[in-house]
């Protein structure tokens, strides 16, 4: 069925286009995966900004350095390097619920997080996928218990995310049908405590009472190389990795130590990897949401300053 | 009784006399009491004032190209990808000899009948309270992806020969020369086509939509580079190199620019024929609320003579054929100010 209301493309369908790169094994045209040059307790430099959508309440951008690749064969064209993370989040409220919607004590949040069509190595469609759905889910679990609701009775409050680029599941290089790709969307872990710590920023933009600041943070066992079987690792870049083999994604709130959705996913206490217990995971995401919680309060700082010394 | 100062609860503040009763508010703006001083928008620009734009090209990793635009309060990001059509994919596409293929038919734009370029504007990205996600797309992205669709191909902006992707089959016949006249050489055929996907979306959204989606769509189509697509007879399949110097960057006709102007009357109502009125550039979402009539006019002034690609007009009657001239000339400087920043 076509989708009336958009303009769409040939009837008989486009293909992406396929680099020869991806399907030849010959040496000479191999292209090594992007390595992590951070230790694995640091994190990657964060880019945050409120005010970005003066029309909305509240708003704020939010940006992670692409990794760069090391080695000189670096494929030529853009579109076939390794992508950092871009959102933008705007908040519009709070405001009246429509006068058909049933009495409401308190606030009611809505979160909706959509991929832009450029987003991903995989073009997207305009209309939201079940993964998106499940990003916005996890991001109003991990709202809903930040915001002070009985401030507002009777309103609603919209939380919205674009992702203008989003991380990548895997390395490009491992689409081409060889080794074990596993089926997890690793980049989504990612994307998601981004969307948090953004989010969080534009509800303090737009003056939402909330107990604490809320942060995302995202760490991640990794098979490592020789004696070490499994590393444990601070924000990964799932390019960056051969395999991931499990993932924890907290919100993390500093003031009150208490975490409003913890998301775990992946093989956990493997004992033939010696890979990390649940615990140690957790709190290694905790500790990556700490860092992005410095910055998120560096730039509410920025934005309060500038607000103060305007008026 | 003498303290009650009538004056002080007559007076609001500026942002409640605007949002209570907007035109008046304008208009107050726009015929200052004192001579001395010049007519200024509520936004603190004259009339004829255009916002600073601010291009940005190429940020975007996995778009072929890509540009974000703003314009006062305005943001677009547009990001362009191409993906590729196969001819055997289009129905009734003849793809045996270059000299018979309908691309040699004169008047025919293989672009648009093939839909090769496809561009969507997403309003629903929270950028204005006005247009928030979860509904189809609102009427006013239908008629901004509409315009800019119809625009593209009626200003012939891309070539076509850019986005066919040409084979020439091996002469095989080599061996077995009978014939020394050689008429029929093995002739190159079009396999594939290079489909652009326009994306447009707005960050933030404060008024003039249109100018900025199409300033955005242009400095994005400057910015793409499509890489080299061959035919791989053996794999029957496009294959793409992705050396950057083997890659070619699209060559545009020209630069047109949108410039869209609205007409501000003085009279709320359609009373009698009261031609007071001033010409807004670059309206802001405050002042599109206010005006019906506007005026959309697309230029390219690169070549010694402007160009005139669109002209369009709505509602009311108050430009006429000399209130047109000044508007295209209007739209001239914008040209020269705009064109420095899309052709850097």
């Keep these: 069925m076509t989708d009336r209301r958009r303009i769409n493309g040939p009837s008989g369908g486009t293909l992406a286009p396929v680099y020869s790169k991806y399907i030849t094994k010959d040496a000479s045209t191999q292209i090594q995966r992007p390595v992590r040059s951070r230790a694995p307790n640091v994190l990657r430099k964060m880019f945050l900004k409120t005010g970005v959508t003066p029309s909305a309440s509240g708003s704020a951008y939010l940006e992670l350095e692409a990794s760069k690749s090391t080695n000189t064969n670096t494929p030529g064209l853009a579109s076939l390097s390794t992508s950092g993370l871009k959102l933008t989040c705007t908040v519009h409220g709070p405001r009246p619920l429509p006068k058909s919607a049933p009495f409401s004590p308190h606030i009611i949040l809505s979160t909706h997080v959509k991929y832009a069509p450029f987003a991903t190595r995989k073009r997207r469609g305009y209309l939201r996928d079940s993964s998106e759905r499940d990003l916005g889910v996890h991001l109003e679990t991990a709202l809903r218990g930040v915001i002070i609701g009985d401030r507002w009775p009777k309103s609603g409050v919209e939380v919205i995310i674009t992702i203008l680029e989003g991380e990548e599941d895997q390395w490009w290089g491992d689409d081409r049908g060889r080794g074990h790709v596993t089926a997890g969307e690793w980049g989504m872990m990612s994307v998601l405590s981004g969307c948090i710590t953004v989010a969080s920023a534009a509800i303090a933009d737009a003056g939402i009472d909330c107990v604490d600041v809320v942060s995302g943070g995202v760490a991640a066992v990794v098979k490592g190389q020789g004696k070490n079987a499994s590393v444990l690792v601070l924000d990964p870049v799932p390019s960056e990795h051969e395999e991931i083999l499990a993932a924890a994604i907290v919100a993390y709130l500093p003031g009150r130590d208490e975490i409003t959705d913890l998301w775990v996913k992946g093989d956990i206490g493997n004992k033939e990897l010696r890979s990390s217990s649940y615990e140690e995971l957790a709190d290694n995401a905790v500790q990556a949401a700490l860092g992005s919680h410095r910055v998120l309060v560096a730039a509410l700082k920025e934005t309060a300053d500038m607000k103060l010394g305007r008026s | ?344």
């Design chain 2, 1 to 344: 009784m003498a303290s009650t100062t009538p004056q002080s609860s007559l007076s609001f503040p500026r942002e409640t006399f605007a949002k209570l009763s907007p035109h008046p508010y304008l208009l107050a703006h726009l015929q200052p009491t004192s001579a001395t001083s010049k007519p200024t928008r509520a936004n603190g620009r004259s009339p004829k004032q255009f916002r600073q734009p601010h291009v940005n090209n190429g940020s975007l990793t996995h778009a072929e190209g890509s540009a974000v635009v703003r314009i006062g309060d305005t943001t677009v990001v547009c990001g362009i990808r191409g993906e590729i059509l196969l001819a055997s994919n289009v129905a009734g596409y003849r793809v045996d000899k270059s000299s018979v293929a309908p691309s040699t038919r004169p008047g025919y734009n293989e672009a648009k009948e093939l839909d090769l370029l496809v561009p969507n504007i997403e309003l629903a990205t929270g950028c204005s309270p006005a247009f928030l996600p979860g509904q189809p797309p609102s009427t006013l992205a239908q008629s901004l992806s509409t315009r800019i669709y119809s625009l593209l191909h009626s200003s012939g902006l891309i070539d076509g020969e850019d986005l066919r992707i040409w084979y020439q089959p091996p002469d095989l016949s080599d061996q077995d020369k009978m014939d020394e006249d050689d008429s029929d050489a093995i002739e190159p055929e079009v396999k594939a086509f290079w489909t652009l996907y326009i994306d447009i979306l707005f960050i933030s959204l404060d008024g003039n939509p249109f100018d900025a989606a199409w300033a955005a769509v242009v400095s994005a189509l400057r910015d793409v580079r499509l890489a080299k697509a061959y035919w791989d007879a053996d794999r029957e399949m496009i294959l793409c190199e992705d050396t950057l110097s083997e890659s070619k960057k699209l060559q545009l006709n020209g630069l047109p620019i949108a410039v869209t102007m609205l007409v501000f009357r003085a009279k709320e109502q359609e009373q009698g024929r009261d031609k007071k009125h001033w010409i807004l550039v670059d309206p802001d979402t405050f002042e599109e609320g206010l005006c019906d009539e506007s005026v959309t006019i697309v230029v390219d002034c690169g070549s010694k003579k402007t160009k005139i690609l669109g002209l369009s007009k709505a509602g009311g009657t108050i430009v006429g054929k000399d209130e047109m001239r000044d508007l295209v000339d209007l739209a001239e400087q914008r040209w020269s100010q705009l064109s420095q920043l899309l052709s850097r």
